[in-house]
C-alpha cells in the first residue's frame, strides 16, 4: 500500500495594522529586531505613553458609565486612581513608566499623592479627559472593537511565497454611532466633535452623498503630537483609518462609515521635543490648522527651554484633532499601500530565510527622532544613529 504524503503546513501570515505595518513603515531594520526578534526595547518611552493613555481613556469611559461624573474631573482624586490602575497593568506586562514623565508609586505603598507628583503623562491624561473625554464618552458606542480581513498575497508566487493569501486585523479604539438628522438639526452643538466635524467640508459632502441616518465614525488615540502636514506619518496614519473603514465594513453589524478621527493626545500638553517640532511645522509651512496671530508670535519667537510658550487651548485642540474623510478611492489606495507593505516584509523574511544577513535583508531607514531613541543604533549603519543624544523629557 502506498503511504500518501504530509502535506505541507498551510499557513497564513497575520499582520497587524499598527504592529506591524506602521512598524514596518518606521524602520525596517528596528522592526525586524522589535517583533521578529526576542529583543524588546530597554526603554520604550513612545510604547509606554501609548498604552498608558489607551489604558486611561478607556477606564476613564468605564468610570463615566458607571459614575457619570460631571467634568471637569480632579487629578488627585479621580484620574490618579485610574493612573495607578494602569500603571501597574502596564508594569505586570513589563511596561515601566520612565520616571521624569510618570510618578509610580508601585513600589511605595504610602506616598501621599499631592499635585506635586503630576508629571507629563499624568497632565496629559487630566487634559485628555476633561478637554476630549466630555465630547467622546456620550458618543461612544463600543470600545477596543477586533477587526480582522484576509487579503490576497500580493505578488504571490507558489515557488517563493509563504501563502497565497495574508491576514490583516487591528483594534478599533472607539467606534461612534450618530444619527445625521440629529446633526443636521442642531446648528451649534454642545458637543466639539460634532461641531469639529460640522465645520469640515469632507464630512458635509460625505454625508450629502449618504441617504441612511445612522452612521458610524472610527476614533483612534495617539500618544505623539500631530505628524507634519503631508509627511510618511502623516500619510500612514490616514492609510491606517481607511484600511479599518474597509475592515470594520466587513463585519455583520457595522454601518455605514462617515468618518475617521484621530486625537493626537501630545498636542494637548506637549513636551519640549513636542514644541520644537510643531514650531518647525509652523515656520516651514507645514502647520495644517488655523493659527491666530498670538499663536503664531509665541510659537515662532519661542527660545526658552524653561519657559514654554503658552499657546491658546483652541489652538491645542484644533492640532490634537484630525478628521479622516473616507471614501471608496481612498479606501482603495491605502488597501494598495498596505498590500505593498506586505510584500516587502515578506521579501525581507524570505531573504533573510534564505541565508541573507540581517542588515542586508532589513532596511535601515528612519527619522533622525526614531533613530535617536532607537535601542539598536550602537550597531546600526544608518547616519541618524550616529549623530548626538536627544533628550526625551
Ligand atoms: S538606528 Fe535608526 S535606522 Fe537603525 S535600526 Fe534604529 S531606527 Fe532603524
Redesign the pocket.
Known sequence: MKLSAKSKAYMIPEYSLTGDLLSFLT?N??YRYQNKGTLPPSMPIQLWFGEFIHGIMEEAYNKWISEKLEFPWDWKSQIRPIEDMIDLRLQVRGLYPPTTQFYSTVNEKDVEITDEHERIASGRAKTAINTWGKHLFPLIDSAEVLIKGIRNMPSYDEDKSRSNYYGINGVIDVLSSININEIQNDSKSNNEIINYLKANEGFNKRIKSLKGEEYEIIIDYKGMKRPTYGSDNWNHHEWQILTYSWLRSKQADSKTIVAGIIFYLNELVPSYEDLKSIQEDVKNGNNDVPISSNDYELITNWKDKKKYPDLSDKFKMDRSIRIINIDKKTINESLDKFDAVVEDIEESLIKETNGCKIKDAWK???DER??LA?D??TF?N?K??KTKEIKIP
Do not use: G, I, M, P
Request: with cysteine; aromatic share 6%; glycine share 0%.
Open positions: 524602520c531594520l528596528q535601515a531607514e528612519a526614531t533613530c532607537c539598536f543604533k546600526c544608518n541618524h544613529s
